[in-house]
């Protein structure tokens, strides 16, 4: 960060590496200007003339900030993102250059697809693959190439990536979402956007620390690491102090995102020592995906340039708290209304009370696809420990809106803790309070005031997938309110009489108790709630043909590309574990096991020249016994690992080869690691062949 930098108002830069509104507006004709916005704001499609003359004025801008080349920049399904970078030269007659960039390069490009997952929708011979511009997310220059943010198909039109299933979804929820608007007299509203805010959680470590563990070289966690003598126990980390090489890194961190348009506005220690945590505000679903993809990229390349490295992987040190992202979701509409947020009317009340009505009954009838969008292996690890939800999907709403729902259902009246009366009834519906209780971190999708938080989510996950599938649901419910209300004979009653049944058929999805609880496991599965524990069990659900029916209704997705994601998700679950059993077999065998092997030997020696003098060797010889009797066991289980990873070369599917994974593979690593981690609380620390939990967690 220069100097100069520093000492600039935010303002100032904020969004300057950005082709956004304000350039937009001094560089394009009104014309132009009107045409892309109405583009960004309504979803109209962009005429050829208008594309060259924006792609003219893009290469323009960006080539005064430095850029040579563009890229069309996406998200395929390897939950990365994804660039190819063609220069802006062109030659000319006399053997020069010119800088040309036309509108059809801007909106089509051609990267080979052939290596990109695809999950059987395509053979690997068959390479051609389109990026298509998204106008509705700004351009952006970074490290000398304007970046333009893109969906991805394949040369049939296949959907390869994670960007345009949730551009279809925003669409199919603004559709609707205007629907149930319309009916309570909106007229003034000509669109409905999915807002969301994605909370990043991440570690940092010492860069010479990581290059010393194969483990967080190849796998992104540790797979062994003996519990250090303090942990996170003292709950002293957390909104703690943040240690100035932490800050340094936060303050360049923040400088990269602002420049970039990133809304970074929260920061600060998590629970876990060496864990934190960066919010940013809301904004459009698309933005805030192509947001969180540069934040997580920008934390990796920004530590680095401390000596630090940042990890993203779920669940990184055993013992402590891993990193999820909380998804924060909500609907707003063009005329400046938050529709999750209760309003200072009677029919704004009710408005409300539908859309929470649609979202319970969503969350209720489709929590399988809810648990799938946040399955892998590295989230198997955190969900259902005490730092991230439980595995069984829920809602939880606060004591005091339960209370509105379950008079609504009765036909009671509610008395509202300011003893301000609230009749439930067919004429009016008075206001209630707002944020008059607790939240409760233990649940999964929690209202939150405003906006609803998925808290599932592993850190390292893609936002798309999770806001693809909340849009796809509560779409499908609020269109069946629509076709039900708008055939209605008497609006009012009709509408009490829905939410009133809805309450009834699909309250068991609200609690708004502790998670972790043992009893809630038993509660869940007296109520009917699945309780998918493991990526093996929850992605199977992706093809229940009721799940499958919503999204070509809506034409979010196609069940070929539903096939191809499960195929995908299941094969990445797979190999994950594979890679992670062979490190471990690998740390095993050429550090762990010989390191032990030399100290036992010392310690013979010891016991040897001890008796050559005429002393016993005690303690010697019980921690050689010791010793002894963990490596037989850790050789063993090295060799129980290593069949099995032989073993699972016989299963050719991929639920299959997922299952047994979870059943087979996943103990047999659990055993060694055991084995593994009770050495290394008696070895001598000079003897241990990697860095500990001690130095990684502390040593900043």
């Known amino acids: 960060m220069s100097e100069t930098m520093k000492k600039q108002n935010i303002a100032d830069y904020f969004g300057c590496n950005v082709f956004n509104e304000t350039v937009m507006r001094a560089r394009l004709p009104r014309n132009v200007f009107n045409a892309v916005m109405n583009t960004k704001n309504l979803g109209t499609a962009l005429d050829s003339t208008v594309a060259d003359i924006v792609a003219n004025a893009m290469k323009d801008w960006a080539v005064e900030k430095g850029a040579t080349h563009y890229t069309h920049w996406f998200q395929p399904m390897t939950g990365i993102t994804a660039e190819k970078h063609d220069s802006f030269l062109s030659p000319t007659d006399n053997g020069k250059v010119i800088l040309e960039f036309s509108g059809k390069e801007l909106v089509k490009g051609e990267p080979d697809a052939s290596s990109f997952p695809s999950g059987g929708l395509r053979a690997t011979f068959e390479a051609r693959g389109y990026t298509a511009w998204d106008p509705t997310s700004n351009a952006f220059i970074k490290d000398n190439s304007l970046y333009i943010p893109t969906a991805f198909c394949s040369y049939t039109g296949e959907v390869l990536d994670k960007k345009t299933p949730l551009l279809r979804s925003m669409e199919v929820i603004n559709q609707q979402s205007l629907r149930i608007l319309r009916l309570f007299g909106n007229n003034k509203a000509t669109r409905v956007i999915t807002t969301v805010g994605a909370e990043q959680e991440y570690f940092l470590i010492d860069k010479k620390l990581f290059e010393q563990r194969k483990d967080l070289l190849l796998a992104g966690r540790t797979l062994f690491g003996a519990k250090?003598?303090?942990g996170q126990e003292l709950e002293d980390h957390y909104?703690?102090?943040?240690?100035?090489?932490?800050?340094?890194?936060?303050?360049?961190?923040?400088?990269?995102?602002?420049?970039l348009g990133i809304f970074a506005k929260t920061e600060h220690n998590e629970a876990a020592p060496a864990q934190h945590e960066l919010a940013p505000l809301f904004t459009t679903a698309n933005i805030a995906a192509d947001h969180n993809q540069l934040t997580m990229e920008l934390m990796k390349k920004i530590a680095l340039k401390h000596d630090l490295v940042c990890l993203l992987h779920e669940k990184p040190f055993a013992g402590v708290n891993g990193s999820g992202k909380h998804n924060n979701w909500s609907l707003s509409a063009n005329d400046g209304q938050n529709l999750l947020d209760p309003g200072d009317t009677p029919q704004e009340n009710l408005q409300f009370l539908l859309f929470l009505c649609a979202i319970i009954k969503a969350v209720h009838m489709y929590s399988p696809l809810l648990r799938l969008s946040a399955a892998s292996a590295g989230n198997d690890h955190r969900l259902g420990a005490n730092e991230a939800p439980p595995a069984i999907v829920s809602m939880f709403i606060g004591s005091n809106l339960e209370d509105v729902l379950y008079a609504l259902e009765k036909g009671k009246t509610y008395l509202a803790p300011t003893n301000e009366e609230f009749v439930i009834g067919?004429?009016?519906?008075?206001?209630?309070?707002?944020?008059a209780t607790d939240r409760n971190r233990t649940s999964p999708f929690a209202f939150t005031g405003n906006k609803f938080e998925f808290r599932m989510l592993g850190s390292s996950d893609s936002i798309s997938c999770v806001n693809t599938i909340i849009n796809t649901i509560v779409a499908q419910v609020l269109s069946d309110f629509a076709d039900e209300l708008e055939k209605a004979d008497d609006f009012d009653s009709a509408l009490h009489k829905l939410m009133a049944k809805t309450i009834s058929e699909h309250k068991?999805?609200?609690?708004?108790?502790?998670?972790?609880?043992?009893?809630?496991?038993?509660?869940?599965?007296?109520?009917?709630?699945?309780?998918?524990v493991t990526t093996a069990d929850a992605l199977p659900h992706y093809l229940l043909d009721d799940y499958v029916k919503i999204f070509e209704n809506f034409k979010v997705y196609t069940r070929a590309e539903i096939a191809s994601r499960t195929e995908i998700l299941l094969d990445n679950y797979s190999k994950v574990i594979n890679i992670e059993a062979l490190v471990m077999l690998d740390m095993s065998n050429k550090q762990i096991l010989p390191s032990a092997i030399k100290y036992t030997k010392e310690l013979c020696d010891t016991i040897i020249s001890k008796k050559a003098i005429g002393l016993e060797g005690g303690a010697e010889e019980k921690l050689v016994k010791r010793l002894s009797n963990l490596t037989d066991g850790l050789s063993e289980a090295i060799d129980t690992l290593?069949?099995?990873?032989?073993?699972?070369?016989?299963?050719?599917?991929a639920q299959e080869l997922s299952k047994f994974c979870k059943t087979e593979i996943l103990p047999s690593m659990q055993t060694l690691r055991v084995l593994a981690d009770e050495l290394e609380t008696i070895m001598p620390e000079s003897l241990w062949p990697f860095p500990t939990y001690l130095e990684l967690l502390f040593m900043i």
């Open 228 to 230: 250090p003598p303090k």
């Open 239 to 259: 909104f703690g102090n943040i240690k100035k090489r932490v800050s340094d890194f936060m303050k360049d961190l923040d400088m990269e995102l602002w420049k």
């Open 426 to 435: 067919v004429d009016a519906l008075p206001n209630f309070p707002k944020d």
């Open 508 to 532: 068991q999805i609200i609690f708004n108790g502790n998670g972790y609880s043992e009893e809630w496991v038993i509660e869940a599965e007296r109520r009917g709630l699945p309780n998918l």
């Open 642 to 653: 290593n069949q099995k990873i032989i073993d699972s070369k016989n299963y050719n599917v």
